[in-house]
């Protein structure tokens, strides 16, 4: 049998509807998951929230958290699975190769934002 393959997916939350995904991916797909959450948009999602409320606070933790646990578990990794949700873009830069889940293609608002990541790094 081949080995599965190890990836980390980050979310903006993580419940039910979430962990049944993930449970059916590792089973149709071979691979194993490290699910990891964090609400954090980066820069972006930050700005955003000021304009919205300018009394926000939002934290950087969860995000530098999921970050720090990519770095540390890098040569196990084969990349990393970001699902919809304001995402920090330093995700973009860890090197290993990462898959954007859309949930809203007839939208694409989320393809739309990845694009525009790209083209900000690039």
């Known amino acids: 049998m081949k080995e599965k393959a190890r ?8 419940g039910e509807e979430q962990k049944n995904l993930l449970r ?6 071979n691979i194993e998951i490290d699910a990891k ?8 999602g930050l700005d955003y929230a000021i304009q919205r409320n300018p009394d926000t606070y939002v934290s950087d933790r969860e995000s530098n958290e999921v970050l ?3 770095g540390e ?10 699902f919809p949700g304001w995402f920090d873009r330093r995700f973009f830069l860890t090197g290993l190769p990462t ?4 949930t809203l293609p ?3 608002l989320g393809f739309k934002e990845v694009i525009k990541c790209f083209k900000f790094l690039c």
């Open 37 to 44: 959450e964090t609400n954090y948009g980066g820069k972006d």
């Open 73 to 82: 578990n890098k040569e196990s990794l084969d990349g990393i699975i970001l």
């Open 99 to 102: 898959l954007f889940v859309d």
């Open 106 to 108: 007839n939208l694409q």
């Open 7 to 14: 990836a980390c997916a980050i979310f903006p939350e993580i």
């Open 68 to 70: 720090r646990y990519v």
């Open 24 to 29: 059916e991916l590792e089973r149709k797909c």
